[in-house]
């Protein structure tokens, strides 16, 4: 009998409508593949809705027998959502809570894979309500981290909210910015290299952990860094596989399966990576790749003959 399969979408994140599109192709796939399915869509008030009406997690998830998580962001990607499934015992798609949440944090990450000896670059937590914008401190930033700079939110997805920062007024105005929508801001070393993204498949062509092609990554003449706009509007490119050496090529595999065991991913993950002067820096992992027309996730798959509704079948099919 064919597997009923809950695909839930939406979430109250920042990341919504990149979740939805997931969701709208994760459908489309079911349907393909004639499997049992239902389409959940949580709101940004974090509501549970089955045909447009309001239910509780317990009623949209009576008699389903496997999960396909394609939320992204704030209580998809944190391990909010996998401890509701996890509590109730129902097999999902992606990592379980506490990788979850430990991946969606970026300094815990980091802290979880330092003593591995992974390249990483410099970095600093600021919190909104300890960090006094002042210019020493600011230039304290500078001084400790390097030349150049980088901030994103510690936790957040899809580059939301990532500045580059080349001087000082910029980061100050920067910062001020980001601290009215977030509480923690992780300060970084800017790397000017390559950028590149390695995905990582569970139990794939007898491999637990089976490294996709390399994807080379150029944003467009002008823009520092592969940002939310440029990696949604096409003018980003992706090159599968990346122009890159076979030293790095195997370096950038090696970290990206180290990672995705480290953290212990499950089913699938994607890690992000610079390369500069041939040495691989890591800069976070994706437990939860986007599956949209525009993810890379599921091109890397489809450059190792892995169509995108078999690529869905497998996470249903793994999911556990």
């Known amino acids: 009998m064919s597997k009923r399969v809950a695909v839930l979408r939406g979430g109250p994140s920042e990341e919504y409508a990149i979740s939805m599109e997931t969701g709208r192709g994760v459908l489309s796939a079911l349907q393909q593949l004639d499997y049992s399915h239902k389409d959940i869509v949580i709101t940004k008030k974090g509501e549970w809705l089955e045909n447009g009406y309001i239910r509780s997690p317990e009623q949209t998830l009576e008699a389903i027998d496997v999960v396909f998580v394609a939320l992204h962001g704030t ?3 944190d391990g909010q959502v996998q401890r509701i499934l996890e509590r109730k ?30 390249k990483m670059p410099r970095h600093r937590r600021l919190k909104r309500s300890e960090f006094q ?8 930033l500078f001084a400790e981290i390097g030349p150049e700079l980088f901030i994103k939110p510690v936790s957040s997805g899809s580059s939301l909210g990532a500045r580059y920062v080349p001087n000082e007024d910029i980061l100050k105005i ?25 995905g990582v498949l569970s139990d794939f062509r007898s491999e637990e952990a089976y490294v996709l092609p390399v994807i080379e990554i150029v944003p ?38 180290l990672v995705h065991d480290t953290i212990d991913c499950r089913h699938y993950s994607r890690s992000d990576f610079i390369v500069r002067d041939r040495e691989v820096y890591f800069l976070e992992v994706n437990t939860l790749p986007g599956l949209t027309g525009q993810s890379l996730f599921p091109k890397a798959a489809e450059a190792v003959g892995l169509s995108y509704i078999n690529l869905v079948k497998h996470l249903v099919e793994t999911a556990s």
């Open 75 to 77: 209580y998809g990607e």
């Open 89 to 118: 015992r129902i097999p999902f798609t992606g990592s379980r809570a506490l990788s979850s949440a430990i991946a969606f944090n970026k300094e815990l990450t980091k802290h979880t894979l330092a003593p591995l000896g992974v």
């Open 133 to 140: 914008l002042t210019e020493d401190s600011i230039a304290l």
């Open 174 to 198: 920067a910062l001020a910015d980001l601290f009215v929508d977030y509480e923690t801001i992780l300060v970084e070393e800017y790397i000017r290299g390559r950028e590149a993204t390695v």
């Open 220 to 257: 467009p003449a002008g823009d520092p860094f592969f940002s939310h706009e440029n990696k949604y509007n096409g003018t980003a490119q992706e090159i599968i596989p990346g122009r890159f050496s076979y030293h790095e090529k195997a370096e950038l595999g090696r970290i990206a399966s």
